[in-house]
């Protein structure tokens, strides 16, 4: 199950690092090209520090990678944690989808079929 795949520490580090608006920004932004810290500082009317703290938080939950390279800190995106995610969540839709379907299988049974006795048992009571 993939669920069970993912420790729930890691599933929460991962999703609330995503429930920022600026870090999936920075996020689509280095999955489309790496960028230094400095860079990413540009892009946000926020300090470096704050830009610095949001990447972090990103690290933290792999999604990012940060390296040195001489004086500046490059920033990548981890693509094979976003897929992990991904693949939780589509997890997630196909308990909902099975649920969904077990309701509208209940829903379409006849109470006049054989094996729904007690569906009629119900109705004269």
């Given at each position: 199950?993939?669920?069970?795949?993912?420790?729930?520490?890691?599933?929460?580090?991962?999703?609330?690092?995503?429930?920022?608006?600026?870090?999936?920004?920075?996020?689509?932004?280095?999955?489309?090209?790496?960028?230094?810290?400095?860079?990413?500082?540009?892009?946000?009317?926020?300090?470096?520090?704050?830009?610095q703290?949001?990447?972090?938080?990103?690290?933290?939950?792999?999604?990012?990678?940060?390296?040195r390279?001489?004086?500046?800190?490059?920033?990548?995106?981890?693509?094979?944690?976003?897929?992990?995610?991904?693949?939780?969540?589509?997890?997630?839709?196909?308990?909902?989808?099975?649920?969904?379907q077990?309701?509208?299988?209940?829903?379409?049974?006849?109470?006049?079929?054989?094996?729904?006795?007690?569906?009629?048992e119900?109705?004269?009571?």
């Amino acid at each position: 199950m993939v669920a069970q795949n993912m420790q729930d520490d890691e599933v929460d580090r991962i999703f609330q690092a995503l429930a920022d608006a600026t870090r999936r920004d920075i996020v689509v932004r280095v999955a489309q090209r790496e960028q230094s810290v400095t860079a990413l500082a540009a892009s946000y009317a926020m300090s470096f520090a704050a830009v610095q703290k949001h990447v972090a938080v990103l690290e933290r939950a792999s999604l990012v990678v940060k390296e040195r390279r001489g004086r500046e800190q490059i920033v990548h995106g981890n693509l094979e944690t976003v897929r992990r995610a991904a693949r939780l969540l589509e997890h997630y839709e196909e308990v909902w989808r099975f649920r969904a379907q077990s309701i509208s299988d209940i829903l379409r049974e006849d109470p006049n079929e054989p094996g729904n006795e007690q569906d009629r048992e119900g109705e004269k009571s």
